[in-house]
């Protein structure tokens, strides 16, 4: 391997075959491994679980490898396109049953697409040390936020989102069931499409590499971030009927903290276009944890804003 390498580039590609099935053949599932010259953790990083969340975790995770190969330290395993079907299809689950990934958990050699996928996924990922689920606003929305899960604590920290949600693990999520065997586990939720994705897809990948000193698989090169705010009593705001959806609060605005009444959104009726609901902040102190910031048209009931009380101080 040549002096100059980095981590992206000594990345070596294999694939796990997903068991035949008649309605879809054989599928892939790709992954790669790169080993340090010094022993070290094993770190998974998966991306992609929700398909149209995936490409921007994927650029994050490009960003965080531009390392030299010789400050790895153990063993580092990626999958940047989780459900590979789901991303090409740039949707939330796959489209050859529609069921949720990270709700198939262990998952079944003898099941559907998704479970089958699931427990190619677990096999890829169990045995890690520390496992790094990214996630993400994705292709139809923005956030900015990470989940902080018991033994992961250091892990959260290191992140830099603006917010941080305790949340118990779950035994059909991915990080729920490796966790459960003794894999130390972080989700993360931030970036998404807009007009800023790029700089989200640097800070998200500033953050992978602080998350990967806190596992040891990295040394400490980049200053510690601002303390995440801490956020309780989660709710979504919707539309009660649907139209066409106006953003008055656009990506700027993600991770910040409004007053109540501040106007989020206006729904327009789809024929007149006249104004006919106004979605406003909700809470005395509404921390914007997800929001759409693209004009779009939307069923009423569909998720549009997820907000939160932020802690004071």
Known sequence: MPNDATIRSALRWSAATLPAEPATGTLELRYADVEGPADGPTVTITCGIHGDEGPWGALAVQHALEQPLTALRGRLRLVLAANPTAVAADARCSPLDQLDLNRSFPGSAAGSHSERLAAALLEIVRGSDVLIDLHGGG???????????????????????????????????????????????????????????????????????????????????????????????????????????????????????????????????????????????????????????????????????????????
């Open 139 to 313: 292709s139809w929305c923005v956030n900015a936020f990470t989940f902080r899960f018991p033994g992961g604590e250091d892990l959260a920290a290191a992140v830099g989102a603006p917010f941080v949600v305790d949340m118990p693990l779950r035994s059909a999520h991915l990080a729920g069931t490796v966790a459960a065997e003794g894999t130390r586990v972080a989700a993360v939720e931030m970036g998404g499409r807009s007009v800023q994705e790029m700089a989200w897809r640097e800070r998200l990948g500033d953050g992978v590499e602080r998350m990967l000193a806190a596992a040891g698989a990295l040394p400490e090169r980049l200053a510690a971030p601002e303390p995440a705010t801490p956020v309780t009593e989660l709710s979504v705001v919707r539309p009660s009927t649907g139209g066409v959806f106006v953003p008055t609060l656009r990506e700027g605005a993600i991770g910040t903290v409004v007053d109540e009444g501040t106007e989020l959104g206006v729904i327009h009726d789809l024929h007149t276009m006249e104004p006919i609901e106004t979605l406003v902040a909700p809470l005395a102190r509404t921390a914007l944890l997800l929001l759409r910031p693209h004009v779009t048209v939307l069923e009423g009931g569909a998720m549009t804003y997820v907000v939160g009380v932020p802690a004071e101080g």
